[in-house]
Nanobody, 124 residues
Framework: RVNVLESGGDSVQAGESLTLSCVAE??????????LGWFRQLPGNGREAVAS????????NYAKGVEGRFTITQGSAKNIVYLQMTGLRPEDTGTYYC???????????????WGPGTQVTVNS
């Protein structure tokens, strides 16, 4: 089992920046070579991919709507990732989830373990 936990959600003004953090714990994480990714669920929508990073090679993927504004990075340990969000827009408002699973981890079906989510609200 892998336990995933996100943090850093907040209420901000449009144009501001916010960084989310994610930690994945459990021996299965490294043993299975899982990668980490960020998904979000906007009001009235299904869960969608935001960004992901290959744990060992650090290759990254981004959804078109966030490319150039959001950056996913790996922390000092391979089980930690950050999502740096700049130029936030009201339409970015939603619940952001970190997930562990198989790379490229850009569709919900590739996620095996989910965090509980953290709320991001962008006010206009």
């Amino acid at each position: 089992r892998v336990n995933v936990l996100e943090s850093g959600g907040d209420s901000v003004q449009a144009g501001e920046s916010l960084t989310l953090s994610c930690v994945a714990e459990g021996s299965e994480f490294r043993a299975n070579g899982f990668s980490l990714g960020w998904f979000r669920q906007l009001p009235g929508n299904g869960r969608e991919a935001v960004a992901s990073i290959h744990t060992n090679e650090r290759r990254t993927n981004y959804a078109k709507g966030v490319e150039g504004r959001f950056t996913i990075t790996q922390g000092s340990a391979k089980n930690i990732v950050y999502l740096q969000m700049t130029g936030l827009r009201p339409e970015d408002t939603g619940t952001y989830y970190c997930a562990a699973g198989r790379y490229p981890l850009m569709i919900p079906g590739q996620a095996l373990y989910w965090g509980p989510g953290t709320q991001v609200t962008v006010n206009s």
